[in-house]
T-cell receptor, first 116, second 115 residues
Framework: AQKVTQAQTEISVVEKEDVTLDCVYE???????LFWYKQPPSGELVFLIR??????QNEISGRYSWNFQKSTSSFNFTITASQVVDSAVYFC?????????????FGQGTTLQVKP | GAGVSQTPSNKVTEKGKYVELRCDPI?????LYWYRQSLGQGPEFLIY????????DSGLPNDRFFAVRPEGSVSTLKIQRTERGDSAVYLC?????????????FGPGTRLLVL
């Protein structure tokens, strides 16, 4: 079975603080793909990043960075110097090669509120 | 280019009625997915189309739910005899070819409310 757990339901920070959103996954596949999506109040899911299971290099994109650790089955997302516009629900998702369809298994989401 | 579009954006219906939700994927994308998102939850997979055929419908909750994609582009999700528990946001996504490594691009969703 495949599962994604985002243990943090809600996080509230003050602007300019750094914040890390946790994601832990379970899968029996040796080849799999991990994703992060942002869902602002408008409701549309916006793609942020995709990683494959063979690439454990951390990635940085502007204020965003991702830490993928296979040893702990985690794919955590850090926002540096948070801004009010970062306020949204963030979802971590998994797609395993064995499904053969690309369907995504989502976590429950973490609501991030950045206060001015 | 245009993204995934969904219509209507909101739908209010009465218990027992029939509804149709439409999804227009990104042009050229052969894979199309439907997900359902209940309040405070992550999206849950419903059905996957590769071209015109439903390659995986394992997520459909029961036989009141049905989806078609007759020409391999636009898809319609159909719900018969709606129940209050069907109230949710229905999301559509498309990807290039339906492989696990491909990014799925989502539409804005249809918010369904069953009274």
């Amino acid at each position: 079975a495949q599962k994604v757990t985002q243990a943090q339901t809600e996080i509230s920070v003050v602007e300019k603080e750094d914040v890390t959103l946790d994601c832990v996954y379970e899968t029996r596949d040796t080849t799999y793909y991990l994703f992060w999506y942002k869902q602002p109040p408008s409701g549309e899911l916006v793609f942020l990043i995709r990683r494959n299971s063979f690439d454990e290099q951390n990635e940085i994109s502007g204020r965003y960075s991702w830490n993928f650790q296979k040893s702990t089955s985690s794919f955590n997302f850090t926002i540096t110097a948070s801004q009010v516009v970062d306020s949204a629900v963030y979802f971590c998702a998994l797609s395993g090669l064995s499904s053969n369809t690309g369907k995504l298994i989502f976590g429950q989401g973490t609501t991030l509120q950045v206060k001015p | 280019g245009a993204g995934v579009s969904q219509t209507p954006s909101n739908k209010v219906t009465e218990k027992g009625k029939y509804v149709e939700l439409r999804c227009d994927p990104i042009s050229g994308h052969t894979a199309l997915y439907w997900y359902r998102q209940s309040l405070g939850q992550g999206p849950e997979f419903l059905i996957y189309f590769q071209g015109t055929g439903a390659a995986d419908d394992s997520g459909l909750p029961n036989d009141r739910f049905f989806a078609v994609r007759p020409e391999g582009s636009v898809s319609t999700l159909k719900i018969q005899r709606t129940e209050r528990g069907d109230s949710a946001v229905y999301l559509c996504a498309s990807s290039q070819g339906g492989r696990s490594q491909e990014t799925q691009y989502f539409g804005p969703g249809t918010r369904l409310l069953v009274l």
